[in-house]
């Protein structure tokens, strides 16, 4: 054992790998800040490079890079209010009222360390028991995924602010959205007028990017009309102790980011569900096993804690089912099977017999990217915190010109007017009460519940007795079933006040 | 009318000098400047990978850089829908596969062109079709399904694709029964569900290869037997009129001149020959090396969409 784990860090150890491993970071940090870009702009173009490395380097460069991504999404979220991605939506919930407080760099620290911890304890959940988590993954059929959509997409439905019915509404256009494409089953296409670049449906990142960062960006230019000079954020608070992350305040989020860290773990362990998901899953936990639910929403640090280790943690855990049974459960893990496949090896079951030293190998450089992760971020929020003190007028333009670069590096000229017409939609969203976060969750879960739901159809062939065969997807549905009675009960019995905005 | 001719005219002119400013120096070598290969796949998938390793060869003896370009969507359409307005000057070319042009026109009214659009250059692998079952399952041969189905049990198969549907549908017709046809997201996906006895078997393209004891090959789906294991017979020796042969292949539009399409030709078909990038694609990818001419690849594309035609009016006449 010993033997293993000094091997596997002098392969990592390399001038190399640890040069590689410093890029990444800092590369997956940057491109994660930005709004518009992402960790995965950057994996998808760094890919072809990494065929003229090492394996462990190429390895260790693109899991560097997805994991400084995770980090960095944290920020744009927090100061400006505008998440790259859907997995940062729920951190600027709690991130950014604390950074209109001057709370800024509290925020971002607790952001980092939660982010950090959720990450490294599902990378020790990879490392010790991939081979048992991976037999779960097998029994998850396609109707026990059905459960697990459900269940979170209720949980979602918790989330829906002060009207329920146009959360729902929003969450609905969201699925509808994802249905437009290639039928799964039959093949012909649906909603797509003629377009073959539909074919593929809506590119998620444009969407994401349109309707989360852009139409943010919008609604600043709109609400700062005038307000020419101004920064949108005020001077970060003097009072020492709101710059700082007291060890008292990490001890008190610490369950909290345990809570996240075993959901996110267990979401990434399943393909198919996502960061997205775990990330909204564990702010409502943390919503339900707080004493003041009330404070969420307004700036309660445990919110973006909860949130930041829970969507860290899924990255760890999808390297699961990619390396035991070769299913990405995301499109960044997708990429990084295309490099895995390039330097030979095939992730399956007997990966670890043939090329165990190279996965531990690794294993021990994820372990140092973690490290780095800590430091870099430790360093670089300090001038992320400062750039976002620019004025209003500065920032937000140049928010949106690289929103657009993003769309376009990500699907060419046709994400452009995706990205724009989708910030449109966004604003009114925002502008009209209804839930943005629903619809961007109906949207990004849409295609996996249809899939699955339509597989269930089939496999059940109109006998319900199939579903009462299976223990683990009808335990699932009835915790599904008890969350939204609930969900439902609290919101007739309070007459909608606000939950989350 | 007489303007638009004017204006026709106008342009047709304004090319042809065009085209004669560009062609002053013509006694420049092919290729004077980087060549783009639109991949119908997205980055890290199984063609784009060949794509990448060709290219890194095909650039070596060409002397210009080659730039791999990602365009997935509808199992290449949009790719080779791009490539439809691209100049046929041989500096764009696509990569896709043999059903890109066979079964995806036949399907649907959206793809805008047909097996005879364009012509092929080379290929670099073919697939390895196959239906699989889980290491536990009663099955052991295809009689043994057959013969399940016609003893009334419906039985569920995980496809990777309509395409297979199609075949599928027509293999069980033959025998008079009905099967759950499950769509997946293929590859793996269909390995863990036959694994996990979700269902009762599905479809690879070779991917079950890596999963060694843990599947079961009950029959090769192609035209002929698969590399890894000879002694599974195909649809075509049991008596079912299915099975093509799918090859990741090299395509250009038509009219790209004689000694360019020549000189992209030896690039690439020596780049797919190259020994590491077949050590790459049979050792560690699992598809068998298969370098066809331009020639083989029509006659390859024009029998596959020969077979779907069968299979898409079987389907319509049930």
Redesign the interface.
């Known amino acids: 054992m010993l033997d293993t784990v000094i091997t596997a860090f002098s392969d990592a150890l390399t001038v190399q790998t640890l040069v590689l491993i410093v890029a990444g970071v800092f590369i997956g940090q940057f491109f994660g800040a930005i709004p518009g870009l992402s960790a995965l702009t950057a994996i ?1 173009i760094a ?2 490079l990494t ?1 003229y490395f090492t394996p462990v380097g190429a390895l260790a460069f693109l899991v560097s890079i997805n994991k400084g991504g995770t980090v960095g999404g944290s920020v744009s979220a927090i100061l400006m209010n505008t998440p790259g991605t859907p997995e940062a939506a729920a951190t600027a919930f709690d991130g950014h009222p604390l950074a209109k407080q001057g709370k800024g760099l509290k925020a971002l620290k607790m952001a980092l360390f939660s982010s950090v911890t959720g990450d490294t304890l599902s990378d020790f959940v990879l490392f010790a028991v991939s081979a048992p988590l991976a037999l779960i ?7 026990e995924m059905l459960a697990v959509i459900v269940f979170a997409l209720t949980i979602i439905a918790s989330l829906v602010g002060k009207s329920m019915f146009k959360g729902l509404i929003a969450a609905f256009l969201g699925l509808l959205l994802a249905t437009v494409g ?1 039928d ?6 649906r909603f ?1 007028f ?1 377009m ?2 539909l ?2 449906g809506l590119p998620i990142s444009a969407v994401g990017i349109g309707v989360l960062a852009m139409a943010e960006v919008l609604r600043q230019l709109i609400v700062l009309r005038g307000a020419a000079g101004d920064s949108h954020l005020p001077l970060s608070s003097e009072r020492p102790e709101d710059k700082r992350l007291s060890w008292a305040e990490y001890r008190a989020c610490l369950r909290t980011i345990l809570r996240s860290a075993a959901i996110g773990t267990g979401i990434g362990a399943l ?2 569900i996502g960061s997205s998901a775990a990330a909204f899953i564990g702010y409502n936990a943390a919503i339900r096993a707080s004493k003041h639910p009330e404070t969420f929403g307004k700036g309660n640090i445990e919110g973006v804690a909860a949130t930041e280790s829970a969507n860290s943690s899924v990255v760890g855990a999808n390297f699961i089912p990619l390396l035991s ?3 990405p459960g995301n499109v960044a893990a ?6 895995f ?2 330097h ?7 990966l670890m017999q043939e090329q165990g030293r190279l996965v531990y190998a690794m294993f021990a450089a994820m372990v140092i990217a973690n490290g780095t992760n800590l430091l870099l971020g430790y360093f670089g929020l300090r001038i992320f915190a400062l750039a976002a003190r620019a004025p209003a007028l500065v920032v937000f333009p140049t928010i949106g010109l690289v929103c657009l670069t993003g769309a376009f590096l990500t699907s ?1 000229t046709f994400g452009l007017p995706l990205v724009v017409g989708f910030a449109v939609i966004g604003y009114l969203m925002r502008a009209l009460g209804f839930s943005f976060v629903t619809f961007i969750i109906g949207f990004v879960l849409g295609p996996s519940f249809e ?1 699955s739901f ?2 269930t159809v ?2 059940a ?1 109109g006998d319900l007795g199939y579903l009462v065969d299976r223990p683990i997807a009808m335990v699932i549905f009835a915790l599904s079933a008890f969350a939204l009675s609930r969900t439902i009960w609290r919101h007739v019995s309070t007459s909608g006040k606000p939950v989350t905005p | 009318m007489i303007q638009t001719n004017f204006a026709g005219a106008v342009r047709r002119v304004a090319t042809a000098l065009t085209l004669g400013l560009l062609a002053t120096p013509a006694f420049a070598e092919f290729p004077d400047k980087p060549i783009t290969v639109l991949v119908g796949f ?5 063609t ?2 060949l794509a ?2 060709i290219a ?1 060869e095909a650039e070596a003896t060409l002397g210009q850089p080659i730039v ?1 370009e990602n ?4 199992g290449g ?2 790719a080779a ?1 791009k490539l439809m307005s691209a100049k046929p000057d041989g500096y764009t070319i696509g990569m896709a596969v043999t059903s890109t042009f066979s079964y995806a026109p036949l ?2 009214a ?3 062109y047909d097996a005879d659009t364009f012509d092929y250059l080379t290929s670099a692998a073919a697939l390895q079709n196959a239906v699989v079952v889980g290491k536990d399952s009663p099955f052991n041969s295809w009689s043994d399904v057959a013969a399940a189905g016609k003893a009334g049990e ?1 039985l ?1 198969f995980g496809s990777s ?3 297979v ?1 199609l075949v599928m549908t027509y293999v069980s017709a033959q025998d008079g029964y009905d099967m ?6 293929g ?3 269909i ?3 036959v ?5 009762d078997m599905g479809w690879s393209a070779g ?1 079950h290869q ?3 004891e ?1 599947v079961k090959v009950l029959v090769a789906a192609g035209k002929d037997r698969l590399e890894a294991s000879p002694d599974v017979p195909t649809f075509h020796e049991l008596g079912y009129d299915v099975g093509d042969e799918t090859y990741f292949l090299f395509f250009v539009p038509k009219g790209i001149p004689d000694d360019i399409f020549q000189a992209l030709y030896d690039a690439f078909s020596q780049g797919a020959k190259n020994a590491e990038v077949v050590t ?1 694609v049979e ?4 598809f068998p090396s298969r370098v066809l001419t331009p020639d083989e690849l029509k006659q390859n594309v024009a029998e596959s969409t020969a077979i779907y035609e069968r299979l898409i009016a079987a389907a319509a006449a049930n």
Request: glycine share 20%; net charge positive.
């Open positions: 998808a890919v072809p065929y993954a097998i029994r998850m059929g396609p109707t290639l799964p089953e039959g093949g012909t296409s797509i003629g073959p670049d074919m593929d393909p198919g049974l070769g299913i997708a990429l990084i099977l295309g490099a496949i390039v030979g090896i095939q992730p399956g079951p007997h060419g899939l339509r597989q089939i496999l062939d | 997205g980055a890290g998938g199984g784009d990978t990448r390793l890194k791999i365009i997935p969507g509808g359409v949009v829908t399907a649907s959206t793809v805008k419906k569920s694709s309509p395409a549907n759950k046809i499950v769509p997946t997201k590859g793996a996906e390995m863990k569900d694994m996990g006895g979700h269902m991917v890596r999963f060694g843990d790459m050792g560690t990818m699992g």
